[in-house]
């Protein structure tokens, strides 16, 4: 089991690390060090969402939670935080992670995604050498851990039946799976060639609280809300394996303390739906929890064009997390949605605040009254 120490979290400002550094501060077992957040406050990094965690653990006799704003893609800054915060242990979050956004503009995902990832690895790499080994050695500690946070979608479109597993080749089919895809590939390659103790997950969709509603179900939540129509790609039958983000980030622990270094695992939900499904269960808990109409509610589904490349379905098989490391799901999808619902019915400042300045103009740009 690993003793992890000083933790830097890239992209904690965003939706899974944000909820990631909730979980270690207040409900992971075996740790009591620092967290130290880096993250550049794109439009999908909102600092309002640990401003009571900064208020709780940045302001302690010893302080367990630092910000840090800044580029990953920046060595410089990078290799300024491993030296002034002693980095034992990097979990690398920070990706452009949006489909439709890296269909129309897919040079950010390459600069964040690629050359972010290889400039976080290379700093860990020499800030990590074995000070007991010779310069020419250049050895790497194996008190340390950097480990990569991937998706599913680097494998490809499953058919009706069948599963991903940590074997199945890669074949992206969009911007973003393709950046993340090599993202992997680097992470890896820096553990093979360099010694360098890497794990790598890659999970289904997360949803629940502090997710930007540029993805399906806190987009269906707010439309619904606020009267929009409810735009659904293609006919609707698309399928994704949905995880509650708290579930992911508990197997993300679950890896980072006792995972074998140089291997991958894959944390899905194993729970499949289909994106009408999906949207038509949603219908039913807003229209129960707020009064609304559900006739009219769902009179709103509008289906749309299908976006390029659409990966048909989604599927992962976990059982390695499962035998080896012992994670299971603890979060029904009745429960998970439910949470997720409440918690976006009793946050309307925090939607406020990321419904504002360049996500807004993106959204106006590219959806129009879809967003």
């Given at each position: 089991m690993r003793i992890l120490k000083n933790i830097l979290v890239t992209g904690g400002a965003g939706f899974i690390g944000c909820n990631f550094i909730r979980f270690l501060l207040e409900k992971a077992d075996g740790f009591s060090g620092r967290i130290i957040n880096l993250d550049v406050l794109t439009y999908a990094g909102n600092r309002m969402s640990l401003a009571d965690i900064e208020a709780k653990y940045g302001s302690m006799a010893q302080v367990r939670y630092f910000f840090e704003q800044g580029d990953i893609c920046d060595r410089a800054f990078v290799e300024s935080l491993f030296k002034k915060y002693d980095i034992d242990t990097v979990v690398h979050f920070a990706a452009e992670s949006h489909v439709d956004r890296s269909i129309l503009g897919p040079e950010a995902f390459i600069k964040t995604n690629v050359m972010g990832t290889f400039t976080s690895l290379d700093v860990a790499r020499n800030a990590w050498k074995d000070s007991s080994s010779s310069p020419e050695g250049g050895s790497i500690r194996q008190d340390v851990l950097f480990h990569h946070i991937s998706t599913?979608?680097?494998?490809?479109?499953?058919?009706?039946?069948?599963?991903?597993?940590?074997?199945?080749?890669?074949?992206?089919?969009?911007?973003?799976?393709?950046?993340?895809?090599?993202?992997?590939?680097?992470?890896?390659?820096?553990?093979?060639?360099?010694?360098?103790?890497?794990?790598?997950?890659?999970?289904?969709?997360?949803?629940?609280?502090?997710?930007?509603?540029?993805?399906?179900?806190?987009?269906?939540?707010?439309?619904?809300?606020?009267?929009?129509?409810?735009?659904?790609?293609?006919?609707?039958?698309?399928?994704?394996?949905?995880?509650?983000?708290?579930?992911?980030?508990?197997?993300?622990?679950?890896?980072?303390r006792n995972g074998t270094t140089g291997e991958t695992y894959n944390i899905g939900g194993e729970n499949e739906w289909e994106n009408i499904k999906l949207v038509n269960v949603l219908v039913d808990i807003v229209s129960a929890k707020t009064k609304l109409d559900t006739a009219k509610i769902r009179g709103a589904i509008t289906y749309v064009k299908d976006r390029p490349g659409h990966d048909r379905r989604y599927a992962i098989d976990c059982s390695k997390i499962k035998r080896e490391l012992g994670w299971k799901q603890t979060v029904s999808f009745e429960e998970g949605l439910a949470r997720t619902v409440d918690w976006y019915l009793a946050n309307p400042q925090w939607i406020e605040s990321i419904r504002s300045g360049e996500y807004r103009r993106w959204i106006e740009k590219n959806y129009g009254e879809r967003g």
């Open positions: 599913d979608e680097v494998y490809g479109s499953l058919g009706e039946t069948g599963y991903f597993t940590e074997s199945t080749p890669y074949d992206p089919r969009s911007p973003y799976s393709a950046s993340k895809a090599g993202s992997d590939h680097l992470a890896m390659a820096y553990s093979h060639t360099y010694g360098l103790p890497v794990t790598l997950s890659n999970c289904s969709n997360n949803y629940g609280p502090y997710q930007f509603p540029e993805k399906l179900i806190p987009l269906m939540i707010l439309n619904m809300l606020e009267g929009k129509p409810l735009p659904v790609y293609g006919d609707g039958k698309n399928i994704r394996d949905w995880l509650y983000v708290e579930d992911h980030n508990a197997a993300v622990w679950a890896v980072m």
